[in-house]
């Protein structure tokens, strides 16, 4: 098995961006988690683009589209920004013959404490049980593009029909 | 959907036990991972045993295998140490209508660095999104119990075909 | 003994800043870091501003100078921007019958790798300690005003003799 | 400056045991700590020995005694049992001519909450600005040997006057 990881952004990645800082290049902590985790699957991860989801355009989500749909692998991880996630997903659902599992964080991985490496995990274990499809992974939940919204005020995804 | 959380021990478990230590009692960290996590799904958690998976005797697997397979939810999680871990998931490969997915740790939840964390994320992940059956999640991978082997030497699980 | 912290902005306190962010606060960690360091010394902390110290101005000096000349207990410990840390130390040096301690850190003090927690607990064995006087704790030493400087390339602060 | 870490055991130094563990061989995370600390001091360290402090004798304490008395350097810290660190920091009172500060924490500094980089750091901070003498650093105190005393029941370090 191999998990291919795209980010198209979004508070997972943020990085605290300063014009004197030695952070300003946001490089991910993805690496870190999986080497917490001693995870011996094979892996890649490619930056589609690094946006807050709230400025994602259509256009961006045709080439989010166009990247995934082309991945060779089929076992997808994307890591997007929470507020926009459930557009994105819907956008990715005609995406064939592939598992792609979105993913994000309410608090940078980078952060001491942060959902993000639950959230990564979560979904690692997500892709590569489920069937071919396009789904979300928050709050330790699985849920369809279809049947999820983000519940801003709580913080939390949460299904329509629960 | 709920999550039932069942311990019978293991490294994950494991704490610094010292006669005149506060650490004598195992509270489990698990709520913690959970609440990093920020799930928002049921869960309860049970303790059946505290014992290193290699004192494990064919009693003490009738033991889990009556918990387990008596337990009205569906969906269980069940901590156990790695070296017998194979053992107890073919024991209990007879249980029905039920996902359980065992996992455990090579190094405490409690040390600042841990596969635990990881572990139980990725569990979570696919407890709910895999059919009936048994499984061994460890190493970000998901096994049956019939293709997979700790690697004592590597210090990681592997399937048998890989 | 009571110590007194003082807090002039600085990278230590630099938070995730996102119009949509629920980090928009900059809620202090310094409570968690005595909180895990078990410290049975009386402290308060005060904010004078929040600046990314480059742009500290005479006028701001004169203020930080003010408030902690006035500060009635003796044990200082002001937590502040690197780059110009040592031009308010300068600043600072004749306030008379205290020990001030300025510190901060390179990265963030929420960062899960920092050396926040570092530097705030080498202070406040420094601050106690010591003699009246204003001083520099970083990198693990004790400096006084006029024999350190940032060494940006490096990233550390040195003295000039030695 | 130099400072040279002395360890004869304790807490602070406690390891999962087992066995069939990797952990078996007590690797200090001293430098993990002083990573973190981003520290550019000088520094090495030596293991006394690995006693719970409980078991030290006095034969223990003239060995401790004479490794610290014949160490060239003058800033030592030692990292020791909680329990019976003021009999140590007592017997090792008439050392002439070194600052030493002994530490030690409630919980292992490998746990994932510890109280011992924040010792560590705040008993740096303390060994480079005291005069010569022997010294406790607990609970983000310094204490003299003949003013402390371990509150067992409330797991804090107090001065007897105060």
Excluded: W
């Amino acid at each position: 098995m191999k998990i291919v990881f795209y980010t198209a952004g979004g508070t997972i990645d943020k990085i605290y961006f300063d014009a004197k800082s030695k952070y300003e290049v946001g490089e991910s902590i993805l690496g870190e988690i999986l080497r917490e985790g001693n995870v011996v699957f094979e892996h890649e991860s490619k930056v589609i683009m690094q946006k807050d989801s709230l400025d994602l355009t259509d256009e961006d989500r045709d080439t989010i589209f166009t990247a995934i749909d082309n991945e060779p692998n089929r076992h997808i991880i994307l890591t997007h920004g929470t507020d926009t996630m459930v557009t994105t997903a819907k956008r990715l659902n005609e995406i064939r013959n592939k598992v792609v599992v979105l993913t994000g964080s309410m608090s940078p991985a980078r952060f001491r404490s942060s959902d993000a490496p639950f959230n990564i995990a979560c979904a690692i274990g997500a892709v590569q049980t489920l069937p071919d499809g396009v789904y979300i992974s928050m709050n330790g939940r699985i849920f369809t593009p279809d049947n999820v919204v983000k519940n801003v005020e709580k913080g939390v995804f949460e299904s329509l029909s629960s």
